[in-house]
Nanobody, 122 residues
Framework: VQLQASGGGLVQAGGSLRLSCAASGLTLSKYYMGWFRQAPGKERELVAAITWSGANTYYADSVKGRFTISRDNAKNTVLLQMNSLNPEDTAVYYC????????????????WGQGTQVTVSS
């Protein structure tokens, strides 16, 4: 089982990036998916999440209106569209999968990707 996060990079403030989380050995349509980030010296935080069906989403207050999480179950991927990026969004971003049928983010995630670096310059 492997989750592969990609799409990170260096972007100027105000720019956009789209992160992708692809899975192998795992059918993502059966999992609640989350995108987390961890900046240097800070705790890891959940920034966006989506239920297995895609019907419900969650966003941290800091990214509401700027980030959009979506899933393409046919491609077994989950996307995070990030717009209006600012330097405070600089972090390593991780995708994670949880065997969870609830609508609110769970406490425990079963699988984690390796992370992709997002750097936003001012």
């Amino acid at each position: 089982v492997q989750l592969q996060a990609s799409g990170g990079g260096l972007v100027q403030a105000g720019g956009s990036l789209r992160l992708s989380c692809a899975a192998s050995g795992l059918t993502l349509s059966k999992y609640y998916m989350g995108w987390f980030r961890q900046a240097p010296g800070k705790e890891r935080e959940l920034v966006a999440a989506i239920t297995w069906s895609g019907a419900n989403t969650y966003y941290a207050d800091s990214v509401k209106g700027r980030f959009t999480i979506s899933r393409d179950n046919a491609k077994n991927t989950v996307l995070l569209q990030m717009n209006s990026l600012n330097p405070e969004d600089t972090a390593v971003y991780y995708c994670a999968a949880a065997a969870w049928l609830g609508t609110l983010p769970p406490e425990i995630y079963n699988y984690w990707g390796q992370g992709t670096q997002v750097t936003v310059s001012s």
